[in-house]
């Protein structure tokens, strides 16, 4: 079920005129990016921590989860909008919410539905060990275990909401089939059901936000895809230091189509809507850099670098439906007017042409 670079399904929608197509597909995203700091998106995390199994787990399980909830408040998300579910509450009453039952996922998740905003984000975060039954994955937990589809019914409230689903555990790969959908990014640390070995993906995904270890932009925000291909990178490393065959490999989907790509760029059809998703609430470009607060110029280029990027991806979102000469053209000029960006960034920030 795994691929790598794969193609796009070709939308069944009736053709357009390209003009209409590109602007519309271009303003949603921009849209998101023009928001002013009121009409800002929400971002709820849910973390939910399954059975350890052996005290050396609970701990790691724990302080993956905590470092997460750190990030998110670091990077401007709301208490309120924060929930930590594990299977030991007594381990730290202040932080977890609820046991990590079925029951309570499906209640939490429920309450978090019918207040969210409709262009809100929720990323749901989930660490521990993984079963599988054929191509069925499922998270352990205290009581019934969590499978994909089961997680799926509990996310379909959600319909206008950008639904972000990362499972770290072991053989996980078959929630990529059960929760792929429009509007959905989902992760997991395998990419199949059949990875079952202990992983490692939890620990670096998360790095990827509590240490800005991912930032490659420089934006002051860490994506989803940032932090994705960060982890990917250094559980590579870590199985080539210790000379160990790597028994787990991640996937991301986000374009709906039910199948995770192992490798991800703006063309393979996986990674566009991961880019746009960060841990975060408020304005799109953050304010915490010390390089964008000190120079209004310089979070200007970063804030156009942006917008550009993303009218790059509406375009090729649609690129079935234009012209194929019409889509060149249009292409070209704005990865010329990204390379110009790119070169003022470049000279602004004293690293010359």
């Known amino acids: 079920m795994s691929r790598a670079g794969a193609t796009p399904r070709k939308s069944s929608r009736a053709r357009l005129p390209a003009t209409v197509l590109v602007a519309g597909a271009a303003m949603a995203l921009l849209g998101v990016t023009t928001a002013s700091p009121a009409a800002a998106q929400t971002t709820h995390l849910v973390v939910i921590s399954g059975l350890a199994g052996e005290p050396r787990y609970r701990e790691a399980f724990h302080a993956s ?26 381990l730290d009453p202040e932080r977890i919410a609820a046991r990590s039952t079925r029951d309570n996922i499906e209640q939490h998740l429920g ?7 409709p262009d809100d984000n929720v990323l749901v975060l ?44 072991s ?34 995904f998360v790095a990827a936000y509590a240490e800005n270890a991912a930032d490659v932009d420089k934006d002051g925000r860490v994506s989803v895809l940032e932090a994705f ?17 790597q028994t787990e490999h991640a996937l991301l989907d986000d374009n709906g189509d039910g199948e995770g790509s192992l490798s991800v760029d703006a063309d393979s059809g996986d990674g566009v809507l991961a880019r746009r998703f960060f841990l ?14 000190a120079d209004p110029e310089l979070a200007a280029l970063y804030r156009s670098k942006q917008d550009l990027e993303e009218r790059i991806e509406a375009l090729r979102a649609v690129k079935d439906q234009l012209d194929p000469d019409d889509y060149e053209t249009r292409l070209e000029d704005l990865l010329v007017e990204l390379a110009l960006t790119d070169r003022d960034i470049r000279q602004k920030e004293g690293g010359g042409s």
């Open 280 to 293: 975060s609430s408020g304005p799109v470009v953050a304010s915490g850099d010390p390089d964008l607060r």
């Open 229 to 245: 291909a960060y982890a990917q990178r250094e559980v590579e490393r870590a199985y080539e230091a210790e000379n160990l065959l």
């Open 171 to 204: 053989a996980s790969g078959g929630f990529v089939a059960a929760l792929s959908g429009q509007k959905r990014v989902v992760v997991t640390a395998t990419r199949s059901s059949r990875e079952r070995n202990e992983t490692r993906f939890a620990r670096h």
């Open 65 to 90: 989860a905590t470092a997460m909830l750190d990030a998110a408040r670091g990077s401007g998300v709301a208490s309120a909008d924060i929930r930590y579910l594990a299977a030991d509450p007594d």
């Open 111 to 117: 309450e978090l539905a019918s207040r969210a905003g």
């Open 126 to 169: 989930l660490i521990g060990h993984g079963s599988a039954r054929g191509e069925e994955s499922a998270l352990n937990l205290p009581g019934p275990d969590i499978s994909g589809s089961q997680l799926a019914v509990m996310l379909s409230p959600f319909t206008t909401q950008t639904v972000a689903v990362v499972n770290t555990a």
